[in-house]
């Protein structure tokens, strides 16, 4: 390569290290303006951000009236919001769109920091844009990487002294908080990390030990009460509108649920059976005969399977959904479904070889006060351990498109960084080995992102522009619901919400089973359930004989009822786990609009709501 090629690159770099923010937002823009509106989706987020927003902004309390399943500030930004624009759909879905932009300008910071390589940093930054995670949930890809930005400056790459270093402890502090109040499960993963970066701050330093000891107390001392410090408003609030116990509650629930999950999961453990021996908040596990009563109404074959088979199809209902392995990874259709498995799979092994390599480099570190090493191993495991914080959610619970995208934000800049050293470290020796693997390691981590692009970039459900295709229709509803559809996704939804409005008054009760919040919202009727979200693996036993009770009390107007395999089992239809309330409903409702292509939406009015036929 030339001096003068070298020296355009070089300068070429330089150009996007400097204005790669504006670039990306530049892209971020033109980029979802090509969709913000496009699409609505009956059960999604959305819906629930929406409908509890209002309800908040309404007087109802957080948690002791409406159920959030997430913490406050995962709603109060979406209700702050509406103070100023109303109930608005397009507003809520700009305000996401929002925190997709600023978890692509985080990426590209943090892999400028780490790598000072433009190129890198706006490639990464580009992707997270381009495939941002399932809508209504950006969160989940912002808190790793703001996270990881505030780690890396605080404890790994950032000053070394002065007043800047104990801003960044502050930082990371308050970053840390946030994460508590808006996931408080993420919360807990983040602070055991925070703790270790605490403990080995003072370590691997030649000669600054006793120098470096009292900064890291200091520094993580300051972190925690920063933690604390920003909980402090939201805690005194829920104090003066009296719901300071449930507020508080939560956190020790969600413990309960994290401590509970790893035990069950643990060789020679198995989950309780007695929903005595759950923690708070646990949906218990079915009873055998509870069981074998309802899967009676479902496909015949499935009462006659074996015992170890009976356990494993109980599992799943518990859990969530089916998790195919890489057994099943020559039984697919199309190498489309073949590559989905791959890329569920393949973080596992990645994860695994930076953990080896750079924790074997981190021990190596420690022994011989290499503070260079140190920097780079632990910048590889930081930013890894952030992505692994969603990793139990994508894997465990929800293996599916959408919820793989969420993870695959931060584990992309984990990839990228841990590629960066594993290049540099292969040019630097002379060992043919240590080059071979580390290429080996590049291609691999090009591979998974390669396949995932592959995978998620053709799917909405990813957050992508996919969302545009073919959809030019425009479907009209309360709250600022102005959408394009697909033709047949037009037609469905306006019948639904002409059925729903037209069947209630405003005011009055409108319930949708068992996760529809999107029809509240798009047809301005309220809900009296407390959590709008409900399946069979998180109904409480009592379900069904609460909901009877409190259909007999509320009367709603009309019920919807969405037959959806929510869960990708047969047995997650409501119909099949909640069929006593399925089987009321019918008996006590009329089922309207039953000849109209509604998918799998069912839709039941009360009887007096029926105009007399003449």
């Keep these: 390569m030339s001096d003068a090629v070298r020296a355009f690159l070089f ?8 204005w790669g923010p504006l670039a990306l937002a530049v892209f971020a823009v033109c980029y979802y303006g090509q969709y913000y509106r496009s699409g609505l989706n009956l059960g999604g987020e959305g819906g629930t951000a929406a409908v509890n927003a209002m309800r908040l902004n309404d007087g109802l309390l957080p948690i002791k009236d409406t159920t959030l399943n997430y913490n406050v500030l995962w709603f109060y930004p979406v209700a702050w919001l509406f103070k100023l624009t109303g109930p608005d759909y397009l507003a809520l879905r700009v305000y996401f769109f929002a925190l997709c932009l600023l978890a692509g300008l985080l990426g590209f910071l943090i892999l400028r920091r780490v790598t000072n390589l433009g190129w890198l940093a706006l490639g990464a930054g580009l992707l997270i844009v381009a495939i941002p995670g399932m809508l209504f949930r950006n969160y989940q890809g912002l808190l790793p990487l703001l996270n990881a930005w505030v780690m890396l400056h605080a404890f790994v790459m950032g000053p070394k002294t002065g007043a800047r ?7 990371a502090g308050l970053v840390l908080g946030v994460t508590f109040l808006v996931r408080i499960d993420e919360g807990f993963f983040f602070t055991v990390i925070y703790l270790g ?8 330093v030649r000669g600054k030990f006793l120098q470096r000891l009292p900064t890291a107390l200091g520094g993580g001392a300051l972190c925690l009460f920063m933690a604390a410090a920003i909980h402090a408003p939201f805690y005194a609030d829920a104090q003066r509108r009296h719901f300071g116990a449930e ?9 309960n649920q994290i401590t509970y999950e790893i035990t069950r999961r643990l060789p020679g ?8 021996a759950q923690p708070a908040g646990i949906a218990p596990a079915p009873r055998d005969g509870w069981i074998e009563v309802h899967w009676k109404k479902t496909p015949k074959n499935w009462v006659q399977l074996a015992r170890g088979e009976h356990e494993k199809r109980a599992e799943l209902d518990r859990g969530g959904r089916p998790r195919r392995g890489l057994s099943d990874l020559f039984r697919q259709a199309s190498i489309y479904d073949a590559v989905f498995i791959l890329i569920l799979h393949l973080p596992i092994l990645i994860s695994a070889l930076v953990i080896l390599v750079a924790g074997s480099s981190l021990a190596k570190s420690l022994v011989t006060a290499d503070a260079a090493l140190k920097e780079s191993s632990l910048a590889c495991l930081a930013t890894l351990g952030a992505a692994l914080t969603l990793f139990p959610q994508y894997f465990f619970f929800r293996p599916d498109t959408p919820h793989l995208s969420e993870f695959m934000i931060p584990f992309l800049v984990a990839m990228a960084c841990a590629s960066f050293y594993a290049l540099r470290t292969a040019a630097r020796t002379r060992w043919l080995l240590v080059r071979i693997g580390g290429a080996a390691f590049v291609m691999l981590c090009v591979l998974a992102e390669g396949l995932f692009v592959f995978h998620s970039f053709p799917k909405e459900s990813a957050g992508t522009i996919a969302a545009a295709r073919k959809r030019s ?33 405003p005011g009055e009760w409108v319930v949708t089973f068992p996760y529809s919040p999107t029809i509240n919202f798009l047809t301005n009727r309220p809900s009296y359930l407390k959590n709008l979200y409900v399946d069979n693996a998180s109904a409480e036993r009592n379900f069904s004989p609460t909901a009877i009770a409190q259909i007999g009390e ?9 037959q959806r395999d929510i869960n990708d089992t047969e047995y997650s239809r409501f119909k099949n786990w909640a069929a006593p309330v399925y089987e009321w409903i019918r008996q006590h409702y009329v089922r309207v609009g039953g000849d109209l292509d509604l998918d799998e939406n069912e839709i039941y009015a009360r009887p007096d709501k029926i105009p007399p036929r003449t």
């Design 269 to 276: 453990r198995h989950a309780p059976e007695s929903s005595k």
């Design 165 to 171: 270093k104990w801003r960044w402890f502050a930082a």
């Design 197 to 204: 970066l605490v403990a080995l701050y003072p370590l691997g």
């Design 554 to 562: 509320y009367n709603p107007a009309v019920i919807v009822i969405d």
């Design 247 to 255: 507020f508080v509650g939560q956190y020790a629930i969600l413990w």
């Design 473 to 505: 229709y425009e479907a009209v509803g309360e709250n600022g619901v102005r959408v394009l559809l697909k033709k047949r996704e037009q037609e469905r939804v306006q019948a639904i919400h002409d059925l729903v409005v037209s069947n209630s008054a």
């Design 11 to 18: 300068r070429l770099d330089a150009l996007l290290r400097r």
